[in-house]
Nanobody
Framework: QVQLVESGGGLVQPGGSLRLSCAAS????????MSWYRQAPGKERELVAA????????NYADSVKGRFTISRDNAKNMVYLQMNSLKPEDTAVYYC??????????WGKGTLVTVSS
């Protein structure tokens, strides 16, 4: 059974940091590109960061470049999102995504990040 379980969300003040984690199981993790998406209230889901299956390449939304870092540990079936210098506009539910190809991808249930003073 495929599972993606996000953790690490919560309430943080502007300028603070959080580290999101996604634990994967039920599929060959090292064969999948991994991504973090987010969805803010009233907005569409958007790609935040992505990393290739071997971790050799990453890409980021312009809004988070220089502040967020995606990484993965294929030995532990984990993907992470380190978020620094958080802003109120980063408030959203953050989702972990695993994609093999255009026909095979999986989603977690999300973790809420709230940036507020």
């Amino acid at each position: 059974q495929v599972q993606l379980v996000e953790s690490g969300g919560g309430l943080v003040q502007p300028g603070g940091s959080l580290r999101l984690s996604c634990a994967a199981s039920g599929f060959t993790f090292s064969s999948y590109a991994m991504s973090w998406y987010r969805q803010a209230p009233g907005k569409e889901r958007e790609l935040v960061a992505a990393i290739t299956s071997a971790g050799g390449s990453t890409n980021y939304a312009d809004s988070v470049k220089g502040r967020f870092t995606i990484s993965r540990d294929n030995a532990k079936n984990m993907v992470y999102l380190q978020m620094n210098s958080l802003k109120p506009e980063d408030t959203a539910v953050y989702y972990c995504n695993a994609r093999r190809n255009r026909y095979i991808d999986y989603w977690g249930k999300g973790t809420l990040v709230t940036v507020s003073s």
